[in-house]
């Protein structure tokens, strides 16, 4: 838990993305329809669509409720403000937006964060800090939304979950930088905007055995283990690219980074430390990765158990054996 030298708001901030609109170059505002927007799923969807035309801006409407106490003039908190802050770590763009009173106590605001798409790459999280003057200190950050919305600008649909991408390769044939590694039946890239395992077709038979769906017999059971071992090495090199690009604060915290990197810690930290919050295990991670090596072979157990667990490898290596136990009392008899 990180301690801050003054007074802050206990308690979550409730906000939200109200609604969103678009415009094209010299055309007028359009609103976005409500299947672009998902309260449920905390994500409003811009990607390409051909129901909607290309568009250059965009206008979302939020609104926050602050807690009563937080306005309280005999409290400890003075010139209370809402800021909504838009970050993309795939483009280090940040904008910042302030809300606006609607109310006569103060407690309900509102705010319009105008979006450009040209500074968006990916997918930017969307959060909510109120600040104040604390103790004579202006400025000072006295509570984070709990709560994040995403702009997606690549996906047309509203989903916080994105599916790992699956590409076939004939690595022998292909880039240079894949043809070092034509003896591997397939390589994990995490330096994009979401992570693609390639699978290499000079492997024979491995594309076809990859591709299938379903399926009976020693080929479905090889087929499924072999997907439990790729995931369990997809969530490793996911982790070690997500754990080693952590953004630390002056205090020297590190941060959950946004996009799927944050979303691949937050997944695999519970496995790894189940007796820590997200925060303390997140900590003791950046502990081991910039400390000594012992603590960072120590970690290397962790992160494989993790990886295991989320791509079932336990499930799956017990099905497998179960099955070719049954396949050999076939031969047998």
């Given at each position: 838990m990180k301690v801050y030298p003054y007074r802050r708001l206990t308690g979550n901030v409730s906000w939200r993305v109200d609604s969103a609109q678009i415009k094209a170059d010299g055309e007028p505002w359009e609103d976005v329809e409500s299947k672009y927007l998902s309260t449920v799923e905390r994500v409003v969807a811009l990607g390409p669509d051909e129901d909607r035309p290309d568009w250059t801006q965009a206008r979302l409407r939020?609104?926050?409720?602050?807690?009563?106490?937080?306005?309280?003039?005999?409290?400890?908190?003075?010139?209370?403000?809402?800021?909504?802050?838009?970050?993309?770590?795939?483009?280090?763009?940040?904008?910042?937006?302030?809300?606006?009173?609607?109310?006569?106590?103060?407690?309900?605001?509102?705010?319009?964060?105008?979006?450009?798409?040209?500074?968006?790459?990916?997918?930017?999280?969307?959060?909510?800090?109120?600040?104040?003057?604390?103790?004579?200190?202006?400025?000072?950050?006295?509570?984070?939304?709990?709560?994040?919305?995403?702009?997606?600008?690549?996906?047309?649909?509203?989903?916080?979950?994105?599916?790992?991408?699956?590409?076939?390769?004939?690595?022998?044939?292909?880039?240079?930088?894949?043809?070092?590694?034509?003896?591997?039946?397939?390589?994990?890239?995490?330096?994009?905007?979401?992570p693609v395992v390639r699978v290499n077709t000079d492997f024979d038979g491995l594309g076809d055995l990859v591709g299938a769906d379903g399926g009976t017999g020693p080929e479905k059971t090889v087929r499924e283990l072999l997907l439990a071992q790729m995931c369990s090495e997809v969530w490793?090199?996911?982790?070690?690219?997500?754990?080693?690009?952590?953004?630390?604060?002056?205090?020297?915290?590190?941060?959950?980074?946004?996009?799927?990197?944050?979303?691949?810690?937050?997944?695999?930290?519970p496995d790894m430390y189940p007796d820590r919050e997200p925060e303390q295990a997140l900590r003791e991670v950046h502990a081991a990765r910039v400390g000594s090596s012992a603590g960072w072979g120590e970690l290397q157990s962790r992160i494989h158990f993790a990886a295991s667990r989320r791509a079932g490898v336990p499930r799956t290596l017990s099905t497998t054996i179960r099955d070719l136990e049954r396949l050999t009392q076939g031969d047998d008899a």
């Amino acid at each position: 838990m990180k301690v801050y030298p003054y007074r802050r708001l206990t308690g979550n901030v409730s906000w939200r993305v109200d609604s969103a609109q678009i415009k094209a170059d010299g055309e007028p505002w359009e609103d976005v329809e409500s299947k672009y927007l998902s309260t449920v799923e905390r994500v409003v969807a811009l990607g390409p669509d051909e129901d909607r035309p290309d568009w250059t801006q965009a206008r979302l409407r939020l609104s926050v409720g602050l807690p009563a106490k937080v306005l309280d003039p005999s409290g400890p908190w003075q010139d209370v403000r809402a800021v909504a802050v838009l970050t993309e770590r795939a483009t280090n763009a940040r904008t910042t937006v302030e809300f606006s009173s609607i109310s006569a106590d103060g407690r309900d605001r509102t705010a319009e964060l105008y979006v450009y798409r040209c500074d968006l790459l990916d997918r930017a999280s969307l959060a909510v800090h109120v600040v104040a003057t604390v103790d004579g200190v202006p400025g000072r950050v006295i509570a984070t939304s709990d709560v994040e919305w995403f702009v997606d600008v690549i996906e047309a649909v509203p989903s916080l979950a994105r599916e790992l991408e699956v590409k076939m390769v004939n690595f022998g044939a292909g880039a240079s930088r894949l043809q070092r590694f034509k003896d591997s039946p397939w390589l994990v890239d995490t330096t994009g905007r979401i992570p693609v395992v390639r699978v290499n077709t000079d492997f024979d038979g491995l594309g076809d055995l990859v591709g299938a769906d379903g399926g009976t017999g020693p080929e479905k059971t090889v087929r499924e283990l072999l997907l439990a071992q790729m995931c369990s090495e997809v969530w490793t090199a996911v982790f070690h690219s997500a754990a080693g690009d952590l953004e630390v604060e002056e205090d020297g915290t590190p941060v959950f980074p946004h996009g799927w990197q944050g979303e691949v810690l937050r997944e695999m930290l519970p496995d790894m430390y189940p007796d820590r919050e997200p925060e303390q295990a997140l900590r003791e991670v950046h502990a081991a990765r910039v400390g000594s090596s012992a603590g960072w072979g120590e970690l290397q157990s962790r992160i494989h158990f993790a990886a295991s667990r989320r791509a079932g490898v336990p499930r799956t290596l017990s099905t497998t054996i179960r099955d070719l136990e049954r396949l050999t009392q076939g031969d047998d008899a």
